[in-house]
């Protein structure tokens, strides 16, 4: 592969990880998805991952439990999918490092930015758990903060559809698919690939986002060699 971008970051759903289950982990889905990862982190390209914990729990149906409470269940989930990717990494021979925005010394390293940036420089994967440790916050939004911090060169966001889409591509069959937006689009027209924060986020800090189908876990490849899949948010020219 011809990578055009030397460092992303790879914003994964907690649903992706649970195959056709929905629920829980499926490690041969797992396991699809990290050795698209390894072809691209041995092509050099340095990789952080931000994963969420749908699978397991949303702090935000939690019903009537207290939301911060729910949030930080939520963000335990998450861990749970980290260490998942994390393992299924190590088994394909590529190393990496699990750092989680909530301190949890005995299983991973508490994130600090600049070990994380050494890791990249060190061609280790880093995944990134807990969200941004804080309530009310989504992982698309700690995705954002972490592709900010890192100075990523773009966030890959894998979803379960080919792209955004202008209406729901699974309710309405003449659902226009988008090639290409601006993060105001994104917010004008209430499009909800991405919650507000974090588009704005994005935009703040001019940070493209590009949002494709990972039933084809080949798509990862495709996204960093730059080929023209799903749709690319970016700055308007």
Known sequence: M???YKRVLLKLSGEALAGNGKLGL?????LKICKQIKVCAD???EIGIVVG??????GRTSGQMDRTRADHMG???????????????????CVVRVQTAIT??????????NRAVRHFEKGRVVI???????????TDTAAALRAAEIEADIILKASMVDGVYDSDPKIN???IRYNSLTYLDLVNRGLKIMDSTAATLCKDNSIPILVFNIDDPENIIRAISGEEIGTIVKEAK
Do not use: H, K
Request: with cysteine.
């Open 2 to 4: 011809q990578p055009v």
């Open 26 to 30: 499926d490690f041969d889905t797992v």
């Open 43 to 45: 092509s050099g390209v």
């Open 53 to 58: 914990g749908g699978n397991f729990w949303r």
């Open 75 to 93: 963000m335990l989930a998450t861990t749970i999918n980290a260490l998942a990717l994390a393992d299924a990494l190590e088994q394909l021979d």
């Open 104 to 113: 949890m010394n005995q299983i991973a390293e508490p994130y600090i930015r």
């Open 128 to 138: 990134f758990a807990c969200g941004t440790g804080n309530p009310f916050f989504s």
């Open 173 to 175: 069959s003449d659902a």
